[in-house]
């Protein structure tokens, strides 16, 4: 596994010890160590069911671990959010339905202890707009915009964030990341969830990915992306395309033909390129690229799927 070298003198902001957490058969989080620190920008991976919402939620002590410590600057999750250290913004957080964002977020604030100024958070959100609507009349980005309010409506040292540009348009999301890279350089730790993974590429100085409960890989993006260790190539070739004799190419992972461009993965690309013209072959516009993260998340998530069954 590829790790991030811990800051050995800095308190961890978040601290899981072997912890476990299963659901009837399910083991939805497998043993699983981690550390965060100040300043961090992390991004959570996986498949579906991986057990990043479980990890979230034993975060939040809205879960109990089955065995194993969660430690949130050193304390509980529960006295750290009390302390008013902790925002979040779930997946699945209802906002109350007879309420204004305005009075909602007005509420959120009354709430914490190291409160922002409702108008000041209102306008962070982008939503002083729509303050006086009632919050069940919202679209499903207005609503992620008041719960990314709820999540920084005080001074909290760590931002826990369930998949929260889901729903979002383009310049919501621009707007959300460039928050939250202002949160992270003034020292506080983001944490988020999600299945985009090119927003995981740009915006986080490092990335777990997570599977089966169990941490698969730690590092900055560039590091997951050297693990999955294949290459992508593509040309384009005149004439027949005879694709059997591409499929036995070696070190191929795997390839498409589309018209007469072919693209193809390959773990050892110098060798599969190599034999390629030694098919007599004249590729045309040739590229050799590494891997985006989202094809190394697949390759990396699809070599474990394969050595588990
Ligand atoms: N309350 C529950 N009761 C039973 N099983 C559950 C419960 N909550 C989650 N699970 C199971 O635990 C596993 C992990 O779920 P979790 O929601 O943590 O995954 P996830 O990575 O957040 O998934 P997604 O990307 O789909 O949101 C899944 O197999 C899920 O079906």
Not at 131 to 146: C, P, T, Y
Not at 203 to 213: E, F, K, T
Not at 218 to 225: H, P, Q, W
């Amino acid at each position: 596994m590829t790790t991030t070298a811990a800051p050995a003198t800095t308190t961890p902001v978040v601290g899981f010890d072997q912890v476990t957490k299963t659901y009837a058969s399910v083991r939805a989080v497998d043993g699983l160590s981690l550390r965060l620190y100040p300043g961090e920008t992390v991004a959570l991976l996986g498949p579906n069911g991986a057990g990043k919402s479980t990890t979230l939620d034993l975060l939040l002590g809205l879960k109990h671990p089955d065995s194993g410590t969660v430690n949130v600057f050193g304390t509980s999750p529960r006295e750290a959010i009390t302390a008013g250290r902790v925002g979040a913004m779930l997946q699945s957080g209802g906002l109350m339905d007879e309420v204004t964002v305005a009075e909602l977020v007005k509420l959120a604030c009354s709430l914490h202890p190291k409160a922002y100024r409702p108008t000041d958070v209102l306008a962070r959100a982008g939503i002083t707009q729509i303050a006086d609507r009632k919050v069940n009349k919202l679209s499903g980005g207005q609503a992620q915009r008041v719960r990314f309010a709820l999540a920084t409506a005080g001074d909290s040292d760590l931002i826990i964030l369930d998949e929260p540009t889901t729903g979002m348009d383009v310049a919501a999301r621009q707007a959300f990341w460039a928050t939250m890279r202002e949160q992270a350089d003034q020292g506080r730790a983001v944490l988020f969830a999600t299945h985009y993974l090119e927003e995981a590429d740009a915006i986080a100085d490092r990335v777990l990915v997570l599977h089966r409960g169990r941490l698969l890989a730690d590092g900055t993006a560039a590091e997951i992306k050297a693990r999955a260790g294949a290459r992508r190539i593509s040309f384009d070739l005149d004439g027949p395309i005879d694709e059997a004799a591409l499929r036995a190419l070696p070190f191929l992972t795997s390839i498409d033909v589309s018209g007469q461009t072919v693209r193809i993965q390959s773990s050892d690309a110098d060798a599969t390129v190599h034999a390629l013209y030694k098919l007599g072959l004249y590729p045309r516009n040739l590229e050799v690229a590494g891997l985006g993260l989202e094809q190394a998340f697949v390759a990396i998530t699809e070599a474990e799927e394969a050595k588990q069954s």
